[in-house]
């Protein structure tokens, strides 16, 4: 494909110079071809370059280890503390041009790549360890089960996590 499209360019400019060569002969240029085809090809460049930047952020994203459909993860800007408000939710989607995310609220939201590619990635989905800070309360009158009722929580807490 890259090879007929170099040929294309390649055969149209010399098309183009042999018939201004022709034309300089017969009195007439083609310098308003020549501008025409400057700004159409910088209207093109100036159109297409979202596009570009969200092909090449969706080509970064799917060939790298980041995210995987399916994965939980949080987005939020660089630099900045993961529990801003950020996009979070379930990789329904990982296109070339946009994700599609899955958030708490069961709502699809497609994000641009471009929005992805500039946010700092937490991916929950393969965190292997985490903390957990509670604080517990109790009554006065409790303070003789205390022992048992920490033992209690601890043997659960150690039942339900993975080997």
């Known amino acids: 494909l890259i090879n007929h499209v170099a040929n294309a360019v390649l055969y149209s400019a010399q098309t183009l110079a042999l018939l201004d060569i022709i034309n300089i002969h017969g009195g007439k240029t083609l310098g ?14 100036l159109a297409s370059r979202d596009l570009a930047s969200q092909l090449v952020g969706g080509l970064v994203l799917t060939t790298s280890d980041k995210l995987y459909p ?11 503390d993961n529990n801003e408000s950020g996009i979070v939710g379930t990789i329904v989607e990982l296109g070339w041009m946009e994700a599609v995310i899955r958030t708490k609220e069961e709502r699809l939201m497609v994000v ?9 990635i937490t991916n929950w989905s393969r965190i292997q360890t985490s903390r957990l800070h ?13 022992k048992m009722i920490c033992r209690t929580l601890r043997e659960e807490i150690v039942a339900s996590c993975p080997k």
């Open 32 to 45: 308003s071809v020549y501008a025409f085809g400057s700004m159409g090809t910088l209207m093109f460049t």
């Open 70 to 80: 399916g994965e939980y993860v949080q987005f939020s800007n660089k630099g900045g």
């Open 112 to 120: 641009p790549n471009t929005l992805l590619n500039n946010q700092a």
């Open 134 to 146: 509670k604080k517990l309360h109790f009554q006065y009158e409790n303070e003789t089960r205390l």
